[in-house]
């Protein structure tokens, strides 16, 4: 049965003073048996964050917005897979705010999954398509070869072996109150998962986690959480608010519950 995961993505938001507090009472909040939760706060919150989970929650982990594609070198103000060893056990990978503001490509994320995966960090690889491309029709296909492009040359064995999810954020629901129907997002982890099927994941790509993103609010999860293809969430503005993370997770308990991932 495929984890139920809920990740906060903190984004560029908090800082080394008041994260680790934030994480605590989050963690707190939301102690919900059978959901993987995932805090990712920006690299210099990373080791407070660590800290203050692994005093009141150990079960909660770590997870960093992006790595470099490279081990080490001269790439100034850059953090590179090993660099995170030991404080973060995840990774988001090709966040759309990534692509559109630090330029990256298919290819290049495919070069930052390598490294993850080397690193030992569980990949959550972001594909999502841009309001145009919706309204051209062409998200199943946008989606289709973001996957394509970011899982070419590598081992289907490795990915799996990885724990790689796949996390579906439509551009046009990023951050904008106006999210996805649950029906609309269902049909796009099909998408997904006939792409993975074609990468070599399994036949049916089924043994993959497939997280819906935009924003996700405690209101509008249950939305996606009713589609048996939905495993999650990653959560953007509402993952600050510890309210909504506890409301949120609740309901991802539901999920783990009826999938009988609760002992
Ligand atoms: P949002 O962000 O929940 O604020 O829309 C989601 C994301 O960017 O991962």
């Not at 796949?166 to 551009?171: D, G, H, K, N, R």
């Amino acid at each position: 049965m495929r984890d139920v995961i809920v990740a906060a993505n903190w984004k560029m938001h908090t800082t080394p003073t008041d994260a680790g507090e934030l994480a605590r009472v989050i963690a707190a909040r939301t102690r919900i048996a059978g959901v993987a939760r995932v805090i990712c706060p920006p690299f210099v919150c990373l080791a407070v964050v660590r800290e203050s989970l692994a005093a009141v929650d150990p079960s909660v982990s770590v997870g960093a917005q992006t790595v470099h594609h490279e081990l080490a070198g001269a790439f100034t103000g850059e953090i590179s897979a090993p660099m995170l060893v030991g404080l973060a056990t995840w990774v988001i990978l090709g966040h759309s705010e990534r692509r559109r503001d630090a330029g990256e490509t298919d290819a290049l994320i495919g070069r930052k999954l390598g490294r993850a995966l080397d690193a030992g960090l569980r990949p959550i690889l972001c594909v999502g398509e841009r309001l145009e491309e919706r309204e051209a029709g062409r998200q199943e296909a946008v989606v289709r070869q973001q996957l394509a492009g970011a899982l070419a040359g590598h081992d289907p064995a490795s990915l799996r072996g990885g724990g790689l999810v796949i996390a579906y954020e439509p551009v046009w629901a990023i951050g904008t109150g106006r999210n996805a129907s649950g029906a609309d997002a269902a049909r796009m982890a099909a998408a997904i998962r006939a792409g993975l099927a074609t990468a070599g994941l399994a036949e049916d790509g089924e043994s993959t986690s497939v997280l819906y993103g935009g924003s996700v609010t405690s209101v509008n999860i249950g939305e996606f959480l009713a589609e048996p293809g939905i495993d999650g969430a990653l959560v953007g503005g509402a993952s600050l608010k510890p309210d909504e993370m506890a409301g949120i997770v609740a309901r991802a308990g539901l999920t783990a519950q009826g999938r009988g991932l609760v002992p």
